[in-house]
């Protein structure tokens, strides 16, 4: 049995037997080559599941959708890697309880391969070697690596360029697992503290917010970056935050559910050279 | 005979449009995304595009716009109102579906008040449309009553020739008509045979939409519930939307100066129908697709007698979980009723 056979019918016995309110994993896309993402409430519903090399999305966006556990019930969801590593910080940051998400896990090996993940509970999978070793795809890290060695003018104006074209759609905001904030700082408009203009300054305030907010929390699934419709490289921006988070606290987002968020957490020995 | 317009003579056209006033854009590929922007030659210009990802309503309805500059001093109030700028434009290339966007979108901003920041700039610029010879798998014109070679919302026509050397000319607007004057000696009398159109299937029946979002009934139906769940709320359809139009009005500055600016707001976000008191009276993403759905096919129809739509499918094309416009229809047209 292949895994989506094996998955579909995981799924419809978590789902007659009660266990779940709800699965959610992928279905058909509109092209052959897209998947979308699919929410079965019955066993029925389990058999439109697909699940190959093209369910790429970080699922785990989903489970904090304002009121879907407030009823204390659990839902399964499809998730890689990336998907662990969200929920982790998720518990972490007192947003999921780990009794409520069943995980149907599954690895993408050379964008091709696609295996099953043994463990049903976030605490059953240890991630933590497997996350600190993660680097980029090469045409990421090489574009990283090209932006580090820039002058600061000239990384700005890359910067300006790529920023000028954002239209404040929110598409990075929105799919972001870490964005669950229930009323983004950008939407507080009683006052506007953040301009919701799309210019340039605009939309530097905006990137520059989301980068901040991210520092340390994010999963690097890459769904902003996939998402953002101008196409604006958005998890080197990320990429860069987390390093820095990890050469100045050791901390790496995502490792296990039992992490103290970084930036709301100190420890004795953390260094001080930024206090002058 | 017909005139057509060589490849060739492309750059000498665009000289001749400068001379005489115009700024030429069309479609280009810049930091890694396509859009229409200014070109000075015909190589900047990027022809194998089967539509830019941005729309050209970007240039008539930007997404932030000053209206007013104010200045408020003890006892008055200074203000300045800042009109578009009167730059004559020539739009080269623009596909069918997005000039049919504009002449969607003349009697909404003609209607109870003539805004002048749109039409300013729709007077000063002519619609350069190229037919269609490819379409994608997100294309959608035909299913809502356009085609690849509409010439709504265009001045002049241009049919690509068979043989890719150039393209047929057909100046449909006075206008156009005026256009073309500009560069008649570069056009030559041909009959080459021009390009076939791409097939682009139909894929919902608008009609049936139509009379099912009519419907009383259909507001309230389980369909937008379940149809939406997987929305994550973002603007990127709205924004991308050759029609979508909606705008929020802010004050950008300090308690004593400051600009006035309209922006691009879209019914997706939340915020778009929270009131004051905190009542959202779309507090759900189903209730703001709906409101899309029905906008577009419901009620601008109501009003103006036609759809808010020119099927470009840029929705579904750049819909981060794969939604969009023609699933919604296609699902609604096959409705049991």
């Given at each position: 049995m292949g895994i989506q056979e094996q998955y579909r019918s995981e799924a419809a016995a978590l789902l007659s037997s009660g266990e779940v309110k709800l699965v959610i994993g992928f279905g058909a896309g509109s092209t052959a080559d897209r998947r979308r993402p699919l929410f079965a409430r019955t066993p029925d519903e389990a058999q439109k599941f697909v699940l190959d090399a093209a369910c790429i999305a970080n699922l785990s966006t989903y489970l904090v959708t304002e009121g879907l556990l407030s009823d204390g019930k659990k839902v399964a969801v499809f998730l890689k890697p990336d998907g662990i590593r969200s929920i982790n910080i998720l518990i972490s940051e007192a947003q999921l309880k780990p009794e409520q998400v069943v995980i149907l896990g599954y690895a993408i090996e050379n964008g091709k391969e696609i295996t099953p993940l043994e463990g049903r509970n976030i605490s059953d999978f240890s991630i933590g070697e497997q996350i600190r070793s993660l680097t980029p795809p090469p045409h990421i890290l090489q574009e990283a690596e090209r932006i580090e060695e820039m002058s600061a003018t000239e990384r700005f104006e890359f910067w300006k360029e790529h920023f000028a074209k954002c239209i404040k759609c929110y598409a990075c905001r929105q799919v972001c697992p870490m964005c669950y904030c229930r009323r983004c700082i950008v939407d507080v408009n009683q006052p506007q503290w953040v301009s919701t203009s799309s210019h340039t300054l605009g939309n530097f305030e905006w990137n520059l917010v989301r980068a901040f907010h991210l520092a340390g929390r994010c999963a690097a699934c890459g769904a902003c970056d996939r998402a953002c419709p101008v196409n604006i490289p958005l998890r080197l921006v990320n990429y860069r935050m987390g390093k820095e988070v990890i050469d100045a606290f050791d901390y790496c987002a995502g490792e296990n559910s039992n992490q103290k968020p970084v930036l709301a957490s100190f420890k004795q020995d953390d260094p001080e050279t930024f206090i002058l | 005979m017909t005139r057509i317009l060589l490849r060739n003579k492309l750059d000498d056209c665009i000289a001749a449009w400068q001379k005489a006033g115009f700024s030429v854009l069309a479609p280009v590929r810049r930091h890694e995304m396509s859009s229409f922007g200014e070109v000075q030659k015909a190589s900047d210009m990027a022809f194998d595009l089967v539509l830019p990802?941005?729309?050209?309503?970007?240039?008539?309805?930007?997404?932030?716009?000053?209206?007013?500059?104010?200045?408020?001093?003890?006892?008055?109030?200074?203000?300045?109102?800042?009109?578009?700028?009167?730059?004559?434009?020539?739009?080269?290339?623009?596909?069918?579906?997005?000039?049919?966007?504009?002449?969607?979108?003349?009697?909404?901003?003609?209607?109870?008040?003539?805004?002048?920041?749109?039409?300013?700039?729709?007077?000063?610029?002519?619609?350069?449309?190229?037919?269609?010879?490819?379409?994608?798998?997100?294309?959608?014109?035909?299913?809502?009553?356009?085609?690849?070679?509409?010439?709504?919302?265009?001045?002049?026509?241009?049919?690509?020739?068979?043989?890719?050397?150039?393209?047929?000319?057909?100046?449909?607007?006075?206008?156009?008509?005026?256009?073309?004057?500009?560069?008649?000696?570069?056009?030559?009398?041909?009959?080459?045979?021009?390009?076939?159109?791409?097939?682009?299937?139909?894929?919902?029946?608008?009609?049936?939409?139509?009379?099912?979002?009519?419907?009383?009934?259909?507001?309230?139906?389980?369909?937008?519930?379940?149809?939406?769940?997987?929305?994550?709320?973002?603007?990127?359809?709205?924004?991308?939307?050759?029609?979508?139009?909606?705008?929020?009005?802010?004050?950008?500055?300090?308690?004593?100066?400051?600009?006035?600016?309209?922006?691009?707001?879209?019914?997706?976000?939340?915020?778009?129908?929270?009131?004051?008191?905190?009542?959202?009276?779309?507090?759900?993403?189903?209730?703001?697709?709906?409101?899309?759905?029905?906008?577009?096919?419901?009620?601008?129809?109501?009003?103006?007698?036609?759809?808010?739509?020119?099927?470009?499918?840029?929705?579904?094309?750049?819909?981060?979980?794969?939604?969009?416009?023609?699933?919604?229809?296609?699902?609604?047209?096959?409705?049991?009723?």
């Open positions: - | 990802e941005r729309t050209i309503k970007d240039h008539f309805f930007p997404q932030t716009e000053p209206l007013i500059k104010y200045k408020i001093s003890k006892h008055q109030i200074d203000s300045e109102t800042m009109t578009p700028p009167d730059q004559k434009r020539v739009f080269f290339g623009v596909r069918p579906c997005d000039a049919s966007g504009l002449a969607i979108d003349d009697p909404l901003f003609g209607w109870d008040y003539k805004d002048d920041y749109w039409f300013k700039r729709r007077e000063n610029s002519v619609i350069v449309t190229i037919v269609c010879t490819e379409a994608d798998d997100f294309c959608m014109c035909t299913s809502v009553k356009l085609s690849p070679d509409s010439a709504k919302g265009a001045d002049v026509l241009l049919r690509p020739l068979l043989n890719g050397a150039g393209w047929q000319v057909e100046a449909v607007s006075e206008r156009g008509t005026a256009l073309l004057e500009t560069i008649s000696p570069l056009l030559q009398e041909n009959s080459e045979p021009t390009a076939p159109l791409p097939q682009v299937a139909e894929k919902f029946d608008v009609e049936k939409v139509m009379e099912w979002l009519a419907d009383p009934a259909s507001f309230e139906s389980q369909f937008w519930k379940d149809i939406a769940l997987r929305c994550v709320g973002c603007g990127s359809c709205t924004f991308l939307c050759p029609t979508c139009h909606c705008f929020d009005i802010q004050d950008e500055g300090d308690t004593y100066q400051g600009i006035r600016r309209k922006n691009w707001d879209s019914c997706s976000f939340a915020n778009f129908t929270m009131h004051t008191s905190g009542h959202n009276p779309r507090n759900t993403q189903s209730t703001r697709w709906r409101q899309r759905i029905m906008h577009k096919f419901n009620y601008y129809r109501g009003k103006f007698g036609v759809n808010s739509c020119s099927g470009c499918g840029r929705c579904t094309r750049q819909c981060p979980v794969d939604m969009g416009i023609t699933e919604t229809l296609q699902a609604i047209s096959t409705l049991p009723r």
